[in-house]
């Protein structure tokens, strides 16, 4: 899929603006503050009807503006699709088609990003939650049911955590009403381990020759999922497809009963995908903790570049892909094998401050745009060679 | 400019209903104030009616103007029949599509740890109760299909089943997360039709 054309108003600087990409790479290219980010940030929201950056929405209104407008044409298996997003401090409206889709969730999904940006980098050494949320994120554009089950969980896990304070507070003694929220939360917590647990390997199997390839074959990658119900791996070995979330029902069942008493001492919930992480081993060691910095951005690296193809195989098209400010921060092995990965089959639009850290050479002319203060100055095709005689 | 004293009162108690915020309510009040004096007597006559003279039917905890509301003393309804819903909007909403004739029970709201709402704090022992008195076989649960109703209508199985009566549950028809009051009438007639036992 391709972005083909982008159109702004009263979006965070951008009072108006009109963009025609390529179908290979864009660069955003400006000093600092002009509203690169900004450009990655509203493509982002098209297709996420969100910030990748905030949850407040007014944020993205130009200041002292009451709405903002976001609209682009997608290419989707040779179909244009006009998407387009209405934000005012009432909230959103969002169409695609023209057709106005009153729940986001029938948005989302038609358009498929991924965002490269440096804190990503972080996705191996940060806090479990920064990786729980890179599941739900991932997952979630690819898989609308998993989302339904996340938020049914999410609202559970809130009653039942609110319940077993009130239980250790004396406030409550029904064990029968515990005993249905527990039945609940088991029944969608099995839906989202298994997806999670199925991702996970597909993300490993994309991911292990992306590793091998970018350390010239000197290193292999494993990622394990680490459950807080005991043995769910197995279970996913042993058990056949349809049958996984059933004994993963039964599995959390027998957890949380044998827990309870602890449970409501403790008031609230300690075992669920709300409680899990991911781990990644490089050559069997643990890079969050043995991993040299080197190491935990290749892991990182390998891991984004993997969803591409990942995503690729679920939708059958290749998202769109943004990288703000990473290729500064990669060193050229590294940024070489990211260019050369995305060459030609993925829609690319990516930052720079400088020209000169971005190997142009290895791309195929692509489209430079020249940000200044919330305007785009101008907007060309690089051919080969023609950077080094404008500087 | 300021509002005049009555005028900002008025607005300010049209303020008090939901969704109206300071523009409708200005707009409302100026209304008011056009209308002829008869009419905004009757007004304010009903607003006053609709509290004072309202109560809870102290069969099913329906709204009603008398001690026993309309349907509970329509004497030729099924009494195998006990429909279960929320609120007493609900009710209104299943008697305009004129397809169940048997009575109801009305929660006044669900079980939620969150909003601090136990069993004794909707009208589940009035429901037992009522389910040992009398000749009902069959308990139709309708609470809205959202976490809280579900856990609702659960606990409330649980709770009747032990004591031989055939429970089911309104759920096919109403889309997921979705309040009975927004149902349509076709969808409510399916939801009948396809009630299940759990
Ligand atoms: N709602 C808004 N209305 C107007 N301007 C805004 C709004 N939100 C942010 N800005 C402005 O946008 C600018 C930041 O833009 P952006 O984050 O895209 O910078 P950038 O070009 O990516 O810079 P860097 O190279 O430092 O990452 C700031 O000058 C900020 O004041
Ligand atoms: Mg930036
Ligand atoms: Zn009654």
Redesign the interface.
């Given at each position: 899929m391709y972005l083909e054309q982008l159109h702004l108003k009263n979006f965070r600087n951008y009072t108006h603006a009109s963009l025609q990409f390529s179908k290979h790479v864009n660069i955003f290219i400006g000093n600092n503050a002009h509203g690169k980010t900004n450009l990655l940030e509203s493509i982002y929201f098209l297709a996420l009807a969100r910030s990748h950056r905030t949850n407040k929405d007014n944020e993205l209104i130009l200041f002292n503006k009451k709405n903002a407008y976001i609209s682009g044409d997608l290419f989707l298996r040779g179909q244009k699709v006009a998407l387009e997003i209405m934000l005012s401090d009432r909230g959103k409206q969002a169409k695609s088609n023209h057709l106005e889709r009153k729940k986001l969730s029938d948005y989302i999904g038609t358009m498929n990003v991924i965002m490269f940006a440096p804190e990503d980098l972080e996705l191996v050494k940060g806090s479990p939650a920064i990786r729980r949320n890179f599941i739900d994120r991932e997952l979630g554009q690819m898989d609308k049911i998993y989302l339904?089950h996340v938020s049914?969980y999410q609202?559970?896990l809130?009653?039942?955590n609110?319940?077993l304070?009130?239980l250790r507070q004396k406030k409550?003694h029904?064990t029968?009403?515990l005993d249905?929220?527990t039945?609940?939360l088991a029944a969608e917590g099995a839906e989202v381990l298994a997806r999670r647990l199925v991702f996970t390997h597909q993300l490993e199997k994309w991911a292990q020759p992306i590793l091998a390839d970018i350390s010239r074959q000197k290193e292999t990658l494993a990622i394990n999922y680490q459950s807080s119900l005991p043995s769910s791996e197995a279970l996913l070995e042993n058990e056949e497809e349809n049958t996984i979330t059933m004994a993963l029902n039964e599995a959390f069942l027998n957890a949380y009963r044998k827990i309870q008493a602890k449970e409501i001492e403790q008031g609230t919930t300690t075992i669920g995908p709300h409680r899990d992480d991911l781990s990644f081993f490089v050559n069997g060691q643990n890079v969050q903790n043995f991993g040299s910095q080197g190491q935990q951005r290749t892991t990182s690296l390998s891991v984004k570049l993997a969803e591409i193809e990942l995503m690729k195989e679920q939708t059958g098209e290749y998202p769109i892909l943004l990288l703000d400010d990473v290729l500064s921060e990669l060193d050229d092995q590294r940024q070489t094998h990211l260019l050369y990965s995305i060459q030609k089959k993925v829609q690319t639009f990516l930052t720079t401050t400088s020209i000169e850290g971005v190997h142009t050479k290895l791309l195929q002319s692509p489209k430079l745009f020249e940000i200044e203060n919330g305007q785009i100055l101008s907007e060309n095709y690089l051919e080969k060679g023609q950077i080094r005689e404008k500087r | 400019m300021y509002y005049p004293e009555p005028l900002s009162k008025l607005m300010d108690s049209f303020m008090k209903l939901p969704g109206i915020g300071e523009k409708t309510a200005a707009r409302l009040a100026f209304y008011v104030v056009s209308m002829r004096e008869e009419d905004v007597t009757h007004f304010a006559r009903h607003l006053i009616s609709a509290k004072r003279d309202l109560n809870y039917c102290k069969i099913c905890g329906n709204l009603t103007a008398q001690e026993i509301c309309s349907v509970c003393s329509d004497t030729s309804r099924d009494r195998s029949l006990i429909l279960v819903v929320e609120h007493p909007k609900d009710v209104i909403a299943m008697e305009k599509i004129q397809e169940y004739h048997g009575f109801y029970h009305v929660l006044g709201g669900v079980?939620?740890?969150?909003e601090g709402t136990?069993?004794e704090d909707i009208n589940v022992p009035s429901l037992l109760k009522r389910l040992q008195n009398e000749e009902v076989t069959e308990v139709i649960l309708a609470m809205n299909a959202?976490?809280?109703g579900?856990?609702t209508a659960?606990?409330l199985s649980?709770?009747i089943k032990p004591a031989g009566i055939k429970v089911t549950r309104l759920a096919h028809g109403l889309s997921?997360g979705s309040d009975i009051e927004y149902a349509n009438e076709v969808t409510l007639m399916k939801a009948i039709e396809g009630r299940t036992e759990i």
């Open positions: 339904y049914q609202q559970i809130k009653l039942r609110e319940y304070k009130q409550a029904d029968l009403y249905i929220l039945e609940q | 079980l939620s740890p969150v136990g069993p959202n976490v809280e579900e856990a659960t606990y649980r709770l997921v």
